[in-house]
């Protein structure tokens, strides 16, 4: 018992000491940060931690919680974790401070490409891209003597020639869990498409061409589904990888590491990555292209900004890179882009290329109509002309509602 | 009781139903008429955003709100009658469904599916429930002393699970290839998925309901079973009367303040069925009104939250709940003032 308890405090004891091991200095002030919660955060915040004092969140529902906590004043988080998409009502709502100054002072080992810049002032330092690409099994593509899919029906045919073979048990995986998911789906393939979401009145536009054609898409992918995709989140689908049941899926690069983790992967070292899909030709992939990064909230003390920014840092060097090197496609130097990286950094590449998920106001009105209209789509109960009317219908309610429409 | 002594011990109780129940209905009363919206602007912005090997500028004229001296969002407030409610209730396009004759068309609307669903649950539950909990309540009371203990315990167990985490459970046991789905695919040799079609969530989710709240009836049927004038079971026994009869005349009469009571207690909750739609996540197929509050409260990516269309549907779920308990109301009161 003694030598248990001994054992236990010894074991303490490193832990403790250990705490600053891996940062250059001790952090004196109580910070606290919000962030999502997948694998590259978790690497980013335990680095943070390592200075001493940093108490991390890492929360899938940050989105909803975020505006709220640094609207307070003081906030109640010192760094915030954002992406594109989240960033918006921070900065409409002048909640998160520029950071020129921190960086001249703390950021020289950032590169310019990290630096976002609203109008020229620096408001976020991304520290990774993200994009939804085509991942697919290596094994059964070549058994079976198939090209990887190029455009997405390419991709039709090939589910078809694996469905023939009977060697999974559904040839493709998608994010189509009804709401958020099924909206960023079909952003993906609208955008693939050619289409564009609101007119420059804000009058929504997705009642088109492009609309149906990339409905009908969607639909067409499903026959090769799980029927059950419209409960189907990332998560779901990277199981679904892992367990050996699915062989292609339009995933986030963010989840391409999970493949080859031994631990829940039966399908090591067997899943590949390429380019998202065309949806026509001479068309951008069909996705869009996100990033992850840090913001400061602007109601904190100036000192208590600089000490998280200057945590912050720590999260995002070199040193964490290397211990986390297949998490994410960082954007932060030290970073060697592995198998995995080939397909995001084919797709960002593409010419066209994609283009960045849209951060205005209307596009998360859109977002949130197409999420609540399109199910019906799937299940059958409109048409692909009637569902399209009723996003515009949502959309424009909605965008009365919040002053953005007349 | 001296009127002092009642008031202190009513009154505390009485400040704080005004303050958490009475005061936030009023506010959300007001702002069911109020659109809240924010003073927006339009304005040419650079925004530089990271490729994977240089950064892409783009310049494009954004929507965004205007910020006061202390950095809030400046908004207007005005009053705007019951264009939430017409919002919400989209009366116009139920009458041309209507004119069309095309019934079905009226469940696309958010609001007439939500209330669809929400009643169709409700009103199958109750029966469920009520005689799902009488039966246990019997079952237990005939049962042997020795194993009641047992028994009891054994049939609180659902009700003393979190809500949510009852849901969720049950969702895995059927998800994908979820233990119960495989079984019953090994059982009726074909593929099965619960998750697929509306129907079958709503199955689930009825399912759900009843097995989580039939034992709250159980408990208070065990206790009003114990009440029994057994005099008059043993007059009844020597009339002649047959267990079914005995359990017809004079059990459920016995119990029927109690069974009102549940079903008071059990519509009031299920118009509120809120879990279940989070739980299954059902939104493709099935949606409640009590989610439909929710979604509109929910801020979107960009922040925007329906407050306006939010209080409406959280009002018009109230009316609902009311409209509902009517009919017991009545007969409560009925029966109090006959006493």
């Known amino acids: ?406 | 009781m001296k009127f002092r002594t009642f008031a202190a011990f009513v009154g505390p109780s009485v400040f704080l139903m005004l303050l958490f129940i009475a005061a936030p209905l009023t506010s959300v009363f007001l702002q069911s008429f109020q659109l809240t919206q924010p003073v927006l602007e339009r304005v040419e912005v650079e925004t530089c955003t990271p490729g994977f090997v240089t950064q892409t500028c783009v310049t494009e004229i954004k929507t965004r709100p205007l910020l006061d001296e202390a950095g809030n969002i400046r908004t207007t407030t005005e009053w705007v009658g019951g264009l939430s409610y017409a919002r919400v209730l989209q009366l116009g396009k139920v009458g041309e469904a209507i004119a069309a004759g095309a019934w079905g068309d009226i469940l696309s609307i958010d609001f007439w599916k939500a209330l669809r669903f929400t009643l169709t649950f409700t009103l199958i539950t109750l029966p469920l429930v009520i005689g799902l909990g009488l039966a246990i309540a019997l079952a237990v009371n005939n049962a042997a002393k020795a194993i009641r203990g047992q028994i009891i315990f054994v049939s609180l167990l659902p009700f003393i699970i979190t809500p949510v985490i009852g849901a969720l459970s049950i969702r895995w046991l059927f998800i994908g290839d979820g233990i119960m789905t495989a079984g019953l695919e090994w059982w009726l040799a074909r593929d099965i998925s619960m998750f697929a079609q509306g129907w079958t969530i709503e199955l689930l989710m009825l399912f759900y309901r009843v097995w989580h709240v039939a034992p709250f009836a159980f408990v208070i049927f065990y206790a009003g079973l114990q009440t029994v004038n057994q005099d008059t079971l043993e007059s009844a026994i020597i009339d002649g009367a047959s267990r079914w009869e005995r359990l017809r005349y004079v059990i459920v009469p016995h119990l029927m303040p109690l069974i009102v009571f549940v079903a008071l207690i059990h519509l009031m909750d299920s118009y509120r069925v809120f879990e279940e739609i989070v739980g299954f996540s059902s939104q493709a197929h099935v949606i409640s009104l009590q989610w439909l509050t929710y979604d509109f409260l929910q801020p979107d990516d960009a922040g925007n939250r329906a407050i306006g269309r939010a209080s409406a549907s959280a009002m018009l779920t109230m009316v609902g709940i009311v409209i509902l308990l009517i009919p017991l109301l009545r007969r409560t009161w009925r029966d109090h003032r006959g006493a």
């Open chain 1, 1 to 406: 018992m003694k030598l248990k308890i001994m054992a236990a405090a010894g074991l303490l004891s490193l832990m403790t000491t250990g705490a600053y091991a891996g940062c250059t200095y001790e952090n004196p002030v109580p910070l606290k940060s919000l962030s999502a919660g997948f694998e590259a955060w978790k690497s980013v915040t335990d680095a943070m931690a390592e200075c001493g004092n940093v108490e991390a969140e890492l929360d899938q529902e940050f989105r909803t919680k975020q505006p709220a906590a640094f609207a307070a004043n003081p906030s109640l988080y010192h760094i915030g974790g954002v992406s594109n998409g989240t960033v918006t009502p921070l900065l409409n709502e002048g909640t998160i401070r520029p950071l020129d100054d921190l960086v001249a002072q703390y950021g020289g080992n950032l590169s310019p490409n990290q630096l976002i810049r609203i109008n020229g002032q620096v408001m976020a330092v991304a520290m990774m891209v993200n994009t939804q690409h085509l991942m697919y099994r290596k094994d059964i593509l070549d058994d079976l003597g198939l090209a990887v899919p190029t455009t997405w029906n390419e991709v039709l045919e090939v589910a078809a020639a694996i469905e023939a073979a009977d060697v999974v048990e559904y040839p493709l995986g998608a994010t189509m869990k009804s709401g958020w998911n099924l909206a960023q789906d079909f952003n993906n393939m609208f955008l693939g498409y050619g289409g564009s979401f609101v007119n420059d009145d804000s009058t929504p536009a997705v009642n088109s061409e492009a609309g149906v054609k990339a409905l009908e898409m969607m639909k067409a992918t499903t026959a090769f589904m799980d029927p059950e995709y419209l409960v189907s989140d990332s998560t779901y689908v990277q199981q679904q990888f892992q367990q050996g049941k699915i062989a292609m899926a339009n995933l986030w690069a963010s989840r391409a590491g999970a493949m080859d983790d031994p631990a829940e992967s039966q399908v090591v070292d067997k899943v590949y990555a390429a380019a998202a899909p065309l949806a026509m030709e001479g068309g951008a992939p069909a996705t869009t292209l996100w990033w992850d990064g840090i913001v400061i909230a602007k109601n904190i003390p100036d000192a208590e900004a600089e000490s998280a920014f200057r945590v912050a840092m720590e999260g995002l060097d070199t040193e964490m890179v290397e211990g986390a090197n297949d998490e994410a496609i960082w954007l932060i130097s030290g970073y060697a882009p592995s198998r995995m990286a080939e397909g995001a950094i084919a797709t960002a590449t593409a010419e066209p290329a994609p283009i960045s998920y849209p951060s205005t106001s209307q596009m998360g009105l859109m977002h949130t109509a197409l999420g609540n209209e399109l199910p019906a789509f799937f299940t059958g109960e409109r048409g692909a002309r009637d569902t399209l009317a009723a996003v515009e219908a949502a959309y424009t309610t909605a965008a009365k509602e919040a002053g953005i429409l007349e």
